[in-house]
């Protein structure tokens, strides 16, 4: 079972990543004085399982290369993993924060104490975040070794206990805490706790390791359980669609706090993000149409390199737009995302052949030497 590829993990990648891509797109739509509520919904709210999900793949992916059942090198794990991602966190943040003072001359980012809060949490670009995150999750990768054997004791009580835990942690750290402290360490920790604290995502990334160590038994779950499944995704996202409009239309908020109220950590954005899990894998453990299999298949591929250069690609079309008075309407929002997407896909193959020619640059850009651009946790 180790060594099986399990083609629905890179169908879930490539599904996530336009869901990324939706979600950035609709902070730029913001900047439109009537922004559709409708096509923001789709970008902002249908999508928010989109980063979550990575970690449940993250786990999954790892737990299959490496069950419980066989020895585990912490050392040489930590090598093969930090390869995969801390170095292109680190050239991806360097990158990112070269250009940031390219184009603005401000160079105060390079010097102490703010450089390391920009490596420290994710700061060269908003999406660089997830990479930190992850980067905490392989560093106690034998605690959460030890958490998921004592979770396979009960599976379906443990898990149940550490989904309530879950919400109660992620509505407190959503809708309570708040930096007020007098110490400045303190508050800083706090103030960027949703780019490093893994405990915001422990249950999703949790399941993804119980899934793969009982990988049978899940598909004959799938299987059995495939309309309670499918129902319980409409639901979660029909509540999560109402909870949106109540707060637009009834409580009047802007689009961007309801945004910022409605995500993947409410109560209903975990629940939302557990049903897209199992309902996602049981549609792409399944037969695709042939149409679907090979985009499905690149986006899979090129998810990761996607994921690190489309901010980029997103900064240069907005100031193309600006340079044509095109103003975000929602038709333009839809062709700004399609070509994001595009040229996005264009550039992580040009840095798969890069890493061809060039291994260490590869190395740096995208994880890996050669043909292996994935996401990480695959073997």
């Not at 390079?110 to 392989?138: D, K, N």
């Not at 995502?201 to 949790?206: A, H, Q």
Request: hydrophobic residues 50%; positive net charge.
């Amino acid at each position: 079972m180790a060594n099986q590829r399990i083609v629905a993990l890179d169908y879930i990648r490539g599904i996530s990543m336009l869901g990324v891509l939706g979600i950035h797109t609709g902070a730029y739509s913001l900047t439109y004085p009537a922004v559709n509520p409708h096509l923001f919904a789709l970008y902002e709210i249908v999508t928010r399982f989109s980063v979550p999900i990575f970690f449940f793949v993250s786990a999954f992916g790892l737990f299959i290369s490496q069950p419980l059942s066989r020895d585990f090198h912490y050392p040489t794990f930590l090598n093969r993993r930090f390869k995969t991602v801390l170095l292109p966190y680190l050239a991806w943040s360097i990158l990112y924060m070269l250009h940031y003072t390219w184009i603005s001359g401000d160079t105060n980012l390079w010097h102490r104490p703010l450089i390391y809060e920009y490596f420290l949490f994710g700061l060269a670009s908003y999406q660089l975040y997830f990479l930190v995150i992850l980067i905490w999750f392989y560093a106690l990768m034998p605690l959460w070794r030890q958490l998921v054997r004592f979770i396979l004791k009960a599976p379906t009580v443990n898990l149940l206990g550490l989904l309530l835990v879950q919400i109660a942690f992620n509505y407190y750290s959503s809708y309570i805490l708040k930096a007020t402290y007098d110490n400045y360490y303190l508050n800083l920790a706090i103030q960027h706790r949703m780019s490093y604290l893994v405990f915001h995502y422990l249950f999703i990334f949790i399941l993804g390791a119980v899934c793969a160590e009982r990988y049978s038994q899940f598909l004959n779950f799938l299987k059995e359980k495939n309309g309670r499944i499918t129902i319980c995704f409409f639901l979660t996202l029909i509540g999560m669609l109402i909870h949106y409009y109540y707060l637009v239309y009834h409580n009047q908020y802007t689009l961007e706090a309801t945004a910022n109220t409605v995500h993947q950590l409410s109560p209903l954005g975990v629940l939302y993000t557990v049903a897209c899990c199992l309902f996602w894998f049981k549609i792409f453990s399944g037969p695709l149409p042939v149409y679907l299999t090979a985009p499905f298949k690149l986006l899979g591929k090129y998810s990761y390199p996607i994921y690190l250069i489309h901010p980029l690609v997103m900064y240069y079309l907005i100031i193309e737009l600006n340079q044509m008075a095109k103003s975000l309407t929602p038709l333009t929002t839809i062709c700004f995302y399609f070509a994001t997407l595009v040229v996005s896909i264009g550039l992580a193959f040009m840095i798969n052949q890069i890493g061809q020619r060039i291994p260490l640059l590869g190395l740096l850009l995208s994880g890996s030497y050669a043909n292996k651009n994935r996401l990480q946790g695959k073997s």
